[in-house]
């Protein structure tokens, strides 16, 4: 299986590819747009500042390319939010592939900006997910989040309800990091593998 990490201006890349090799999958790293193309699947991840990402992947023609994708795409963290349609951090125009807006967390005690570390998904639904219960734990690093929408797959709560994943046609995507939450991200990564 030919699995392409999109390479771009963003970290967090070569933890997700050690998640996968875990699961016996070595994947390629690259940033470049036939190889992209020409991938079984893509995983777009990443831990960073959304207004400087999408200005590197304009400039590689990634941002044309990546909403055009037509096998399963999983987004990751920023890799997420970019798919929505603007995003608070850097008044950024993002890819489009969603109609949701990403917003800033406002700090309201008890909760903190940023949202770091494990808490629970509910609702959840789709492949992404199979054997997977309600209240499950994972762990998220972020302080935007994605709106709560139609293609809304799971839900966490941090000050409010948001976006914990998403799915609109073969694009899947989650807020929390799989590569970081224990077996539970390692069966997100295997469900997706199957997909």
Not at 40 to 64: C, N, W
Not at 72 to 91: D, F, K
Not at 147 to 168: C, D, L, M, R, W
Request: net charge neutral; glycine share 8%; hydrophobic share 40%.
């Amino acid at each position: 299986m030919n699995i392409v990490i999109i390479q771009y201006n963003a970290g967090n890349i070569r933890s997700v590819s050690h998640a996968l090799e875990r699961l016996g999958i070595t994947p390629t790293i690259s940033g470049d747009p036939a190889a992209i193309k020409a991938a079984d699947k893509v995983i777009f991840p990443g831990v960073g500042e959304a207004s400087s990402a999408m200005q590197f992947l304009r400039k590689k023609g990634l941002a044309t390319l990546i909403p055009q994708l037509e096998q399963p795409v999983l987004g990751i963290c920023l890799g997420m939010q970019l798919m929505g349609s603007y995003s608070e951090e850097g008044n950024t125009t993002c890819l489009g592939i969603l109609e949701q807006q990403v917003k800033k967390f406002i700090p309201n005690s008890p909760y903190k900006v940023p949202h770091v570390g494990w808490n629970t998904i509910q609702q959840i639904k789709n492949s992404l997910f199979k054997g997977m219960k309600e209240e499950s734990y994972v762990y998220f690093v972020h302080s935007y989040y994605l709106e709560i929408g139609t293609y809304t797959t799971a839900i966490t709560n941090h000050a409010v309800p948001f976006s914990a994943a998403i799915q609109k046609d073969n694009f899947f995507a989650t807020q929390f990091h799989p590569e970081k939450s224990g077996d539970i991200g390692q069966q997100v990564l295997q469900n997706f593998l199957t997909i």
